[in-house]
């Protein structure tokens, strides 16, 4: 199948990387000619707008950072809508609103085309080398036809349920992962204050109750002093967002969410829309005085495990 890939940043460039590693015919398309250029140097071919790019391949994906530039790329004249066809593909790899997934899907199922979204977890070092997690919504048959694709992506794949499903599902994940992410900061300043070492700290939270995903990752580049978790805070406050939105359609009471909210708009403010996301914790720091430096932690994630064939849980 030929391989159309819209936007290469933190994400989308590697997840694009992938299908080049694994000798996909992939064409790509993005805003900054330079990242384009380096694919292309590596054998993907180029399309001068989305239209184009459409019209050249067999399956589609997007991965942008925000529903404005999704709605952009999808629904200009240039945009891949104008450029798609029978029975292509559109995936929908960005974390977006279920609303936009949906009412774009329309639009594409217009054209004879089908839709799914299949949003990503696990981080950029998991995205680089094939081995981050893949949600995908939408018809089952088409699920199966691009698994060959997502099986290159990433390694463990789940078919969620219809259209906008995977949407949802990765929203809830990217709130539980920043409600960590802010109690990470107020754990470390009580491990702080009590003269703990924080290298053994580290490993106690790692071995207990209290691990997560986001400790094992996003405490190593909070202790090394880089925060660099190749993501921002214009990102988290997008995501937090989306998720607080939609227990409000819902109807949802919820408590914590909005404070996550306050929380991270706060964040922003102090540090900037394009601050390490885990700078949140800096919060903490600043408003105790101390930091949570320990020796021997790294200033970037790099994933050490061996690229596997992504399969379906």
């Known amino acids: 199948m030929r391989i159309g890939f819209i936007g290469l940043g933190n994400v989308g460039g590697k997840l694009a990387g992938s299908l080049i590693r694994n000798n996909f015919k992939l064409t790509v398309f ?10 292309k140097s590596k054998g993907a071919n180029t399309s001068k707008n ?6 050249a391949v067999d ?12 709605k952009q790329v999808m629904e200009s004249d240039d945009g891949v809508i104008a450029g798609l066809s029978k029975d292509k593909v559109w995936l929908e790899m960005s974390t977006t609103d279920e609303n936009d997934v949906k009412r774009m ?34 018809d089952r048959v088409a699920f199966e036809k691009i698994l060959p694709i997502l099986s290159a992506m990433g390694e463990k794949i789940l078919h969620t349920g219809g259209l906008g499903s995977a949407t949802v599902l990765k929203v809830i994940t990217n ?29 106690g939270i790692m071995v207990s109750s209290g691990n997560s995903f986001v400790h094992e990752t996003e405490s190593q580049v909070i202790l090394n002093g880089s925060y660099n978790i190749n993501f921002t ?12 939105n939609l227990a409000k359609k819902l109807n949802a009471s919820l408590e ?40 021997g932690f790294p200033s970037e994630l790099i994933d050490n495990e061996p690229e596997k064939k992504g399969y379906e849980i």
């Open 175 to 203: 709130y539980l992962a920043s409600a960590h992410l802010v109690a990470l900061g107020e754990a470390w300043t009580v491990a702080k204050k009590s003269n703990l070492d924080l290298e053994k700290t580290f490993k």
């Open 256 to 295: 914590l969410s909005p404070l996550i909210v306050k929380t991270f708009k706060d964040g922003l403010e102090k540090y900037g829309p394009r601050a390490w996301s885990s700078m949140i914790v800096k919060r903490m720091e600043d408003l105790n005085s101390i930091n949570f430096r320990a020796k």
């Open 30 to 39: 993005d805003l900054d000619k330079e990242i384009m250029n380096n694919f």
């Open 233 to 244: 805070m214009d990102l988290v406050l997008k995501d937090t967002s989306l998720f607080n």
């Open 59 to 70: 399956v589609v994906i997007t991965c942008l950072p925000s529903p404005d530039a999704c």
């Open 105 to 138: 899907g329309k639009l594409v199922n217009e054209k004879k085309a089908i839709a799914l979204d299949g949003p990503v977890s696990g981080g950029c070092h998991r995205a680089a080398t094939g081995n981050i997690a893949i949600f995908v919504g939408g």
């Open 50 to 55: 989305p239209k184009e790019l459409a019209e």
